[in-house]
């Protein structure tokens, strides 16, 4: 028992650096299988909370499943078992290892210890005279996974919500035996789709049914009933009358093409600048002789390397942005100020208008009205509106009962008087000019209760200024949402000079239950998200326009490992609408925001953007190259990405002095749920202190240090 002793000891060190852990208790408890099958015992996960805090592995957990293994491999050895299970509370697995001890970690040796240490724990499954067995009960996830990868038979839930390796996403490897041991049971594809796929796609699920489809578990069974099915099924499988079959593994070629794919889905996505999906498909090759020790001796070196290195701590920063900062918005009021809302208005009628009707519609199911300038609109709105609610309904999303509901919800009128009468609640979705939005506000107010809150979905223009000629200003409120709206998490709530407390509540509480991710701004030209953009896209137009060609201007950025180019994301967002949100910043801050003739040339020649893609794949469109008049400074890639990254560095800090956000930590959380920007940046200011840019420009570090670092 020599290794148990060095475990044990192993996990107390560790526990001795993570005092405040939520341990998780491991109850063996003995029954009787059925058909006379014999005595079994069963390892139960809890950490004695309900499904709201879910179980997951410290150092302390491990040694209670440790303890547990002990006495589990002495009744084994003494036949006095005939096999032994695990599973998880109500609803809840386990969700893998418990990041807040991770971040605390400062030297290898200890990040080696937290590998070694699950290891040693979960392996011991494997190493008993007797069969064991998983059941997938709940949620499981990382470490979750991979206790069960460490059992003989596997069963999962129909039920079951959600099924993942994250580690990729995080910046960390499956390490206690995920990138071993997956792939040796259902091949290197599948394997490279759960642990780099599914994860880089913004840590993708998988539900009960795909588990037992990928041949992760041998057995699916209803939730009902689960754990009384999977305990007959064991029976059965220990009596010899029921056999898994699972298929032979194809470790030839098949095996490098899998591995090939994740290297070219890891370069799409990151770019090289993220290393732990390359060191996760380095560990999944090599575990191809089916030498599972090295296979784990790789993941502990793997795990330790990636704990002590920056993009890990600056995507548990990410993720504790999302998972906690965006539930407990920064400067929000009191949120017993918020009053109730019944009946939802909506100004305009087109495509932006009528993403938010549906999003009102299917969050709050309380009555919306839409209006427009003619009935034709009006219709084309409410029509967008029922299209995607049959969508749902063909989809199995919602039932019959509920899409007859909903549409009968949403209605559209000409009349505002007629339609906003009553409503709680209005935004509106027009044309991006002040004079306009100050006309339909002036109108909306005239009709409107005079408890009614009047949003903005303005994405750059001054939200006082736009309540400035009302009789109340102080019930208007910008409420901007980003595009796809349905996709894009982030809703910045906006406080005009005059806005009160309960028009600001009201905002929060609407964007909770539209299940929004709010953050508070202040009324500064364009916000948080489109400020950076411009900056940023600005400072590359600006080296294309003295002479850096357009491939090197977009190649500079590559590193940063951005979800698409500058120049596609201009495409996206639309030249017309970049011009507009530059040339708003460039009245408010001339010497920093230039409008650039060269995109002003692409706009008014009526082009969608720098490229066309008939191989497949963007070359500038030859008639943009036509219209580009350049100079004759031509930079590096490195020459242009400081530029780039100093100018960000410069608008952040100026952000910050203003008072725009509370904190750096809600610039991060914007560009996250707003821009799509990656979890291994951890947002940008991480990167920016990492790479030394932020001291450079501002003097200083943005973060203190320990956030999103290793603590010294």
Known sequence: MSTTTTTAELLKGAAELFPDEVVTSAHVRHLDLPFGAGRFALITLDNGFDHTKPTTFGPGSLANLNAALDQVEKEAADGDIVGAGITGKPFIFAVGADLKGVELLKRHEDALAIGKGGHEV???????????FAYYNGAAMGGGVEVGLHCSYRTVSKALPAFSLPEVFLGLVPGWGG??????????DKAVSVIIENSLNQNKQLKGQQVFDLGIADALFEGADFLEQSLIWTAQVLKGDVTVERPEIDRGEAWDQAVAKG??????????????????LDIIAAAKSG??????????????????????????YSFNLVQKRAKRPAGAPDKSLARPVTKVGVVGAGL???QLALLFLRRLEVPVVLTDIDQERIDKGVGYVHGEIDKLLGKGRINQDKANRLKALVTGVLDKAEGFADADFIIEAVFEEIGVKQQVFAEVEAVAPAHAILATNTSSLSVSEMASKLKHPERVVGFHFFNPVAILPLLEIVRGAK??????????????????????????????????????MGEIQNVIDEGTPVEVAEKAIEPLGLPMSPLVLLELVGPAIGLHVSETLHGAFPERFKVSPNLKAVVEAG???????????????????????????VLTEAQVRDRVLDAVAQEIGL?????VVAEAQDIDLCLITGAGWPFHLGGITPYLDREGVSERVTGKKFLAPGVASVPA
């Open 263 to 280: 290297r070219f889905i890891a370069d799409g996505k990151v770019h090289g600048a993220a290393p732990a999906a390359y060191r996760a």
């Open 352 to 354: 932006m208008a009528s």
């Open 499 to 536: 806005t009160d407390d309960a028009a600001l509540a009201t905002a929060f509480g609407v964007a909770k239950k539209l299940k929004k991710t709010a953050v508070l701004t202040k009324d500064a030209p364009a916000f948080v998200v489109n400020r950076i953009l411009t900056r940023f």
């Open 655 to 659: 952000m910050l002095d203003e008072g």
């Open 291 to 316: 030498d599972l020790q090295a296979g784990f001796d790789a993941e502990d070196q793997a795990l330790a390397d990636l704990i002590m290195g920056g993009e890990l701590r600056a995507g548990i």
């Open 179 to 188: 990138c071993a041991l997956l792939p040796n049971l259902i091949g290197a």
């Open 122 to 132: 979960f392996k011991r499954l494997s190493g008993l005279a007797v069969p064991t």
């Open 607 to 633: 082009k969608r953007g720098f490229y066309v893609y008939d191989s497949g794949k963007p070359e500038l469109d030859p008639e943009v190259a036509a219209l580009l008049k350049q100079g004759d400074s």
